[in-house]
């Protein structure tokens, strides 16, 4: 639970202290003024870097030196206060839990954990495949502290495996010196990746027909599908969540690609290039859904999100809404806040631009008003 929030020089905030009530609180504000950046800082102090993939020099404030967010909570959660802070000289990111800072950033990585609500997570389902290969490492690591040592693991050999072959491309060295110095990186990315695949498909098997479910709860007369399409792992059915299986399938296709990599100067297989397919009525929602088809998946996602994170931590994290509702018609809109209110939601931040844009089930919330950058 979110108790307190203090944010230095973070986006448009020169210096901002919030008072969060154990239900949650309504923040009103004009577009631009700051709504969304708020929400932003705040899942930073989850996530550790911004949810909208900016890089960390642009959210510290136009001409400050640092941003620093820091955060008093309550029960359920771990650590009573957590601070994150970040420095544009020299470029240094530190993270304190309880006053202590942590030597490896990622012992902080969770420690307010949230799920975000926002019409921009459309992108989740019409962007490319890394939108949602980027949903589901945030979302296992968080759960998992496994698959974040896979991930890592996986992203450190597989950066210089594709060095290796880059540099190939120019070098006069003979070819099987070349495949020497790649495959040396290979066991690492079988050994992790396997972690990875496995994990991924265990999500997909495990919620698939709740992401099924949720589709139809929230207005989709047509059969919607989530597939996990892996390049390079095993795809037999008794082997999709099976790390050791998908190990050895890696393997062989490290292997079998090696020579193409080197033709080409990167690495081709893995879960680096999988995808979290989405269907409705048979047909790929990326290409052919509607933007509201597109929104409702993208809701439907979130809410799996929440989910998971719930299981995984034993308590349901903070729910930030960016003005979720304001492409959806009212019978929508009352389709989601009830699922939302199933998944155990308890702490909510909502952002919206006009009083009347508070949803009748948030009413009795607190609120504060956003101008500038500034809350009164
Ligand atoms: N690094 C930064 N330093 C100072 N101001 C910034 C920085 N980055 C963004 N801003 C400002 O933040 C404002 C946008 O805030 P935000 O995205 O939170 O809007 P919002 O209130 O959510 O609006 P909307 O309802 O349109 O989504 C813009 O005025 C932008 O110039």
């Avoid at 095993?234 to 033709?263: C, V």
């Avoid at 979130?302 to 304001?326: M, V």
Wanted: with cysteine.
């Amino acid at each position: 639970m979110l108790a307190q929030l203090a944010v230095r020089e973070y986006r448009n905030f020169h210096s901002l202290d919030l008072e969060v009530p154990t239900g949650g609180l309504v923040v009103i504000g004009e577009n631009g003024h700051g709504k969304t950046n708020l929400l932003e800082a705040v899942a930073y102090l989850g996530l550790l870097r911004s949810f909208r993939g900016a890089r960390d020099a642009d959210v510290i404030r136009f001409g400050a030196p640092a941003f620093h967010v820091r955060a008093t909570l309550h029960a359920p959660a771990a650590w009573h206060t957590v601070s994150v802070g970040y420095e544009r000289s020299s470029k240094r990111k530190r993270a304190t839990l309880d006053g202590v800072e942590q030597p490896r950033l990622t012992s902080a990585l969770g420690a307010l954990p949230s799920v975000e609500f926002s019409p921009a997570d459309v992108a989740l389902v019409a962007s490319g495949p890394g939108e949602r290969r980027r949903y589901l490492d945030v979302m296992l690591a968080l759960s998992s502290p496994a698959y974040l040592v896979a991930l890592q693991g996986y992203r450190s050999a597989l950066l210089r495996r594709n060095a290796v072959l880059k540099a190939a491309q120019r070098s006069a060295v003979r070819a099987q010196e070349q495949e020497a110095r790649v495959s040396v990186w290979e066991p690492a990315l079988a050994e992790h990746g396997g972690v990875i695949v496995a994990a991924r498909h265990a999500f997909v098997r495990a919620q698939a027909g709740y992401y099924a479910e949720l589709c139809a709860a929230i207005g989709e007369r047509q059969e919607a599908l989530l597939r996990y399409v892996s390049v390079g792992g095993d795809t037999r059915s008794d082997a999709l969540t099976d790390p050791l299986m998908q190990q050895d399938a890696l393997t062989r296709a490290f292997t079998q690609q090696r020579s193409a990599e080197l033709r080409r100067g990167v690495t081709l297989v893995g879960p680096q290039r999988d995808d979290l397919q989405l269907t409705l009525g048979g047909r790929e929602l990326r290409t052919f859904g509607s933007a509201g088809q597109q929104r409702s998946a993208a809701i439907a996602l979130r809410l799996l999100e929440l989910i998971t994170l719930r299981d995984a931590l034993g308590y349901s994290p903070l729910l930030l809404l960016d003005d979720p509702f304001a492409e959806l018609d009212l019978g929508r809109a009352a389709r989601v806040l009830d699922l939302l209110d199933a998944a155990g939601a308890s702490q909510v931040l909502l952002a919206v631009p006009r009083e009347q844009d508070i949803p009748a089930a948030y009413t009795r919330l607190a609120r504060r008003t956003m101008r500038d950058g500034v809350l009164s």
